[in-house]
């Protein structure tokens, strides 16, 4: 059944998207970090608000990294899709 492979392979993707390396940063932090808005659309689309909000050890999460590191492309996909990341 394509639906439940579409399903499974959604849910691995989101999974992989809340993984976090040694200092507690996912993927979407790394990107937000780097200013890579590409990127961080595309993996947004996996996401949902919960995963997106992960903070690394530091205390920030990929938002206020990218607040931090002056990426507004980055900001502007992260708001359009989750407007509560500001709060």
Do not use: C, W
């Not at 059944?1 to 579409?6: A, E, F, L, M, R």
């Not at 979407?28 to 961080?40: D, K």
């Not at 492309?73 to 709060?87: C, G, H, R, T, W």
């Amino acid at each position: 059944n394509s639906n439940t492979s579409s399903t499974s392979s959604s849910d691995a993707i989101g999974l992989l998207m809340s993984k976090t390396n040694h200092e507690g940063e996912t993927p979407l932090y790394a990107s937000a970090e780097n200013g890579h808005a590409i990127v961080v659309r595309e993996m947004l689309m996996h996401m949902d608000l919960q995963s997106a909000s992960i903070a690394a050890r530091n205390g920030y999460d990929p938002f206020h990294i990218a607040v931090r590191q002056g990426h507004l492309d980055v900001l502007k996909e992260l708001l359009q899709v989750f407007p509560n990341l500001a709060m």
